[in-house]
């Protein structure tokens, strides 16, 4: 199982990016798509979830700044990030939850925000 991010980059403080994710392999079910992030020095948080039916979560500091979305049929989940802060510099790791409760990670992009 592989989950390939890309998207990530420098940006400066008020813009955008997107990140993407794709999961290939032999996979079951995907219950779960989503982004987690570590900034320097800090622990992992969750950034984001979608489940199959598309409903979505978000993390009270992104909230009204980032969208989640997935295709299921293609197995790829995005990430739309307007209004980046500095704050949210961080490496994004994509991640999958399946339904035999299995979950997978992308090996992480990096997303720098200058002030």
């Known amino acids: 199982v592989q989950l390939q991010a890309s998207g990530g980059g420098l940006v400066q403080a008020g813009g955008s990016l997107r990140l993407s994710c794709a999961a290939s392999?032999?996979?079951?079910?995907?219950?779960?798509m989503g982004w987690h992030r570590q900034a320097p020095g800090k622990q992992r948080e969750l950034v984001a979830t979608?489940?199959?039916?598309?409903?979505?979560n978000y993390v009270d500091s992104v909230k009204g700044r980032f969208t989640i979305s997935r295709d299921n049929a293609k197995k790829t989940v995005s990430l739309q990030m307007n209004s980046l802060k500095p704050e949210d510099t961080a490496v994004y790791y994509c991640?999958?939850?399946?339904?035999?409760?299995?979950?997978?990670w992308g090996k992480g992009t990096l997303v720098t925000v200058s002030s």
């Open positions: 979608v489940n199959r039916s598309g409903t979505t």
């Open positions: 392999g032999s996979i079951s079910s995907i219950v779960v």
């Open positions: 991640y999958v939850l399946t339904a035999r409760n299995t979950a997978y």
